[in-house]
């Protein structure tokens, strides 16, 4: 892929106020406590939970105070690269102003798990997965606007994320907290990386009353996704 040539004074001249009062994020449902299983009472229960928090990497500290949905990425180094973080860096918080664009992205990811795992090529994978909104709001750069539109080519690879790493890590360094950009998975959506829990907050309501319980069924060559007590239905096909 060519490099792209943008102009660092971009990061500048190019930054906008952006508030973006509903983002759509979707996780696995793993925060569920399990351990009530391995224990006799909510004290033990506790005990356990405090032990298990102590064990986690420490907080970042414009984290504190805010609901665990809205730090957990930027607690964690990521196992595999994604569109604007290589690997070995802490993670940032990905999401979408359309449910069908975050849903787009899971779905992505599972086909992805199932398709570099050899001995899942014939299974069926079902995981259950919360979907839940957040309030953005900070420095941002949009590129699908000019001057950033100009590479639009490098900032929509599927698979090469040099180019938007490279951005990225210069974004950072120049203040920026969030980065506008088209949908790959969900063509004609917008998705938002978001650099800084500070960028981050609850949406009016609440975030717990904007979750969504949605179940995901994926095979090599299928992801079938859909909400539990609602209507919502997606479906991809690899």
């Not at 009472?41 to 298990?52: G, M, P, T, V, W």
């Not at 809205?70 to 690997?87: E, I, N, Q, V």
Request: proline share 6%; with cysteine.
């Amino acid at each position: 892929m060519t490099q792209a040539q943008w102009q660092p004074g971009w990061l500048a001249d190019a930054a906008t106020h952006l508030v973006e009062p509903a983002v759509w994020r979707g996780v696995e449902t793993q925060y569920a406590s399990s351990s009530l299983q391995l224990v006799d009472s909510h004290a033990e229960h506790d005990a356990l939970e405090a032990l298990l928090e102590a064990s986690k990497p420490p907080l970042p500290s414009p984290a504190q105070g805010r609901h665990f949905l809205l730090f957990t990425p930027f607690r964690y180094t990521p196992l595999h690269p994604s569109r604007f973080r290589a690997l070995g860096h802490l993670g940032i918080w990905y999401g979408a102003r359309e449910l069908k664009a975050a849903c787009a992205e899971v779905a992505y990811w599972r086909m992805r798990f199932i398709l570099d795992s050899a001995g899942l090529a014939r299974r069926k994978i079902t995981t259950r997965h919360t979907f839940f909104m957040a309030r953005v709001e900070g420095s941002c750069i949009d590129l699908t606007s000019p001057p950033w539109s100009a590479f639009e080519d490098a900032w929509k690879s599927t698979r090469d994320y040099t180019q938007t790493q490279r951005l990225a890590e210069a974004a950072e360094a120049a203040g920026i907290e969030v980065i506008r950009y088209a949908s790959v998975r969900a063509p004609g959506c917008t998705c938002f990386a978001v650099f800084t829990p500070e960028a981050l907050s609850e949406p009016a309501g609440g975030l717990d009353r904007s979750r969504q319980r949605w179940t995901c069924t994926a095979t090599h060559d299928r992801v079938l996704m859909a909400e539990d007590d609602g209507p919502g239905r997606c479906e991809w096909d690899c």
